[in-house]
């Protein structure tokens, strides 16, 4: 069984791909995995979850993390086609839920908090209690959470040629390696931005993420019911 059709077929037509042909849709694509990852929203959590930590422990904690992004979302780039074989999903239904729950994640976002989809007050004391807190709870849930994995695997379905998917292997690699920057430089984020300039940030993310769950809710609405596209 061919798990990903036309994968190492037609990458010679990498220009033509489906709705990702243009360098404007992967740099959209960029800029809803860092507003959705949210790696600033994480500084004051990580700078908690560290704070008996040396400064090398500190490091290695946010190189750990950072991995665990990479690794987490990759797996999820080449095995998201897959998963909704499996379980018979169709694309435009993944993009309404996708949608909505990246839509609910915002709107908690908006408001400066860290939504309950990522992490709730259950896993927030259980992760006090963790020696290793790199890859659980801030490598996933709080990076790499549902928000995430929805989007890597919609934005996957897009094409299926090799040039889109070593842009996306890319661009998942970049996000890795400014989460890694980001967490490494918290403690001195966390004083120089403060609790509001983390929020204010925050907020940003959280209305850039509202824009991208309401076009894939529409997006999948279309597919759903074409009658809509008309």
Avoid: C
Wanted: net charge neutral.
């Amino acid at each position: 069984m061919d798990l990903f059709p036309g994968l190492f077929a037609g990458s010679q037509h990498a220009g033509d791909t489906v709705e990702s042909g243009t360098w404007n849709e992967y740099l959209k694509f960029f800029a809803a995995l860092v507003a959705i990852v949210n790696p600033i929203g994480v500084v004051p959590i990580f700078v908690n979850l560290t704070v008996e930590q040396s400064e090398r422990a500190r490091h290695r904690t946010a190189l750990t993390a950072a991995f665990s992004v990479a690794v987490i979302l990759l797996l999820v780039l080449f095995s998201g086609e897959l998963i909704l074989r499996f379980f018979g999903i169709t694309v435009g239904s993944f993009k309404v839920g996708g949608g909505i729950l990246i839509l609910l994640m915002a709107i908690s976002m908006l408001h400066g908090a860290v939504s309950r989809v990522k992490q709730t007050e259950e896993e927030v004391h259980d992760s006090a209690d963790r020696d290793s807190v790199a890859v659980v709870p801030l490598g996933t849930p709080l990076l790499a959470g549902p928000g995430a994995v929805s989007t890597v695997i919609l934005y996957a379905q897009r094409d299926s040629t090799v040039f889109h998917y070593g842009v996306l292997f890319a661009e998942i690699v970049l996000l890795a390696g400014l989460t890694w920057i980001i967490l490494r430089l918290a403690p001195g984020l966390a004083k120089m931005l403060g609790k509001t300039g983390i929020n204010v940030v925050t907020r940003i993310m959280g209305l850039i993420m509202t824009a991208v769950g309401v076009e894939f809710i529409a997006n999948g609405l279309k597919q759903l019911f074409p009658v809509l596209a008309g």
